[in-house]
């Protein structure tokens, strides 16, 4: 099992910027990738932005490109949503989660509210 804690969530006015920091533990020896995704009030979850963990590749949504930038730390199973130019549309619970074996993990975390006010 994989546990997930995300961090750094708030209220900020629109035009503000967030980072946000999620620590994996657990069975991540065999990440493939990492991911933020978010759910809105009344909206399914979505997919935000990915990184696969060797090489780096990312992957956004085209509602966030430009203003989002998924990063990871060096060492160790971390990784980071840092978000600029916010909007109130990306006002949701961000979650973020891991890929092993070609599934991402069925064990979510709490997830971190951010609220964009306009």
């Known amino acids: 099992q994989v546990q997930l804690a995300e961090s750094g969530g708030g209220l900020v006015q629109a035009g503000g910027s967030l980072r946000l920091s999620c620590d994996a533990s657990g069975r991540t020896a065999t990440m493939y990738a990492m991911g933020w995704f978010r759910q809105a009030p009344g909206k399914e979850r979505e997919s935000v932005a990915t990184?696969?963990?060797?090489?780096?590749?990312?992957y956004y949504a085209d509602s966030v490109k430009g203003r989002f930038t998924i990063s990871r730390h060096r060492t160790k199973p971390t990784v980071y949503l840092q978000m600029n130019s916010l909007k109130p549309e990306d006002t949701a619970v961000y979650y973020c989660?891991?890929?092993?074996?070609?599934?991402?993990?069925?064990?979510w975390g709490q997830g971190t509210q951010v609220t964009v006010s306009s």
């Open positions: 989660n891991v890929r092993i074996g070609g599934v991402w993990s069925s064990n």
């Open positions: 990184m696969r963990w060797s090489g780096g590749s990312t």
